[in-house]
């Protein structure tokens, strides 16, 4: 089944850290671009992080020098290193696959919560 599962979500304090992981299946995982978004509540979904398959990475300002995100292809695996973490990081997290062929078009995993508290 062609999915995206995300892990590694949780509660934070704040100044910490957490490592997000997105399980994709082998016809995902080598997309031209994949990508992490995130919905805080009452927000609109924005993007945090995106990598090609050349293994350039581009960052939303709230994360650069904080988050790093890097894909490895041999786990299937799409990472997402969050350091320095503060409340305004809190909400769902989403691992995404966009320019797919077929159908469908782009995948979205169901998300994982990140909650940093003050």
Known sequence: QVQLVESGGGLV???GSLRLSCSASGTLIGAKTMAWDRQA???????????TNSDFANYADFAKGRFTVARVYLKNTLYLQM???NPEDTGA?????????????EY??????VTVSS
């Not at 509540?41 to 990598?51: D, F, H, T, Y």
């Not at 979205?108 to 919560?113: D, F, I, P, S, V």
């Open 108 to 113: 979205w995993g169901r998300g994982t919560m």
């Open 13 to 15: 304090q704040a100044g």
């Open 93 to 105: 997290y989403y691992c995404h696959a966009p320019f797919i062929a077929g159908p469908i078009g």
């Open 41 to 51: 509540p009452g927000k609109q979904r924005e993007l945090v992080a995106s990598i």
């Open 83 to 85: 350091n320095s973490l």
